[in-house]
């Protein structure tokens, strides 16, 4: 499976100024971070798309099937976190999604990696890497953006209702 983790680290107090927040903010249905991850896995998404159809087109590849499933399959979708770990997760991923290939069943995962890191009979043609690479600082912009953007919604949201009590 191709898989691409990433962790943003040194955001001092910003734990503590979650923990502090109002129910609407840090809820288990992920409230603005959920979103915001969202958004910057969507930026990734995008990119990994166009990243797919490039690489099929430098195989001069006429398995349209195969790679047409792929793109078809490839999701953003919120995961679990870590083991021992709390907070929010957005992956981007390939949905499973099984095909016949010259008479063997495979799956759009298979189609993935090989695409990815390449067999004996094909050369590597990574599209997820440099997907990720290409997008990273700009993903982590968005999250950054829209996490903001979206605390201060809740946030005035809050004090309109509290005005009126």
Known sequence: MVQVTVQLRGLN????????????????????????????????????????????????????????????????????????????RYLVRVKRKKYQRRGVTVTTQQTAEWLEYGTEKQPAEPWLRPAFNAKAQEAIGVIEQETVREVKRVVDKLAKQNRGK
């Open 13 to 88: 107090g910003v734990l503590e100024t979650l923990k502090a927040l109002p129910p609407e903010v840090v809820s288990k249905r992920g409230g603005p971070v959920k979103k915001a991850l969202r958004k910057g896995a969507l930026v990734i998404l995008r990119e990994a798309m166009l990243s797919v159809a490039r690489s099929t087109e430098a195989l001069g590849t006429d398995d349209h099937e195969s790679t047409g499933l792929l793109l078809s399959a490839l999701i953003a979708s919120r995961g679990k976190p870590p083991p021992a770990e709390n907070g929010e």
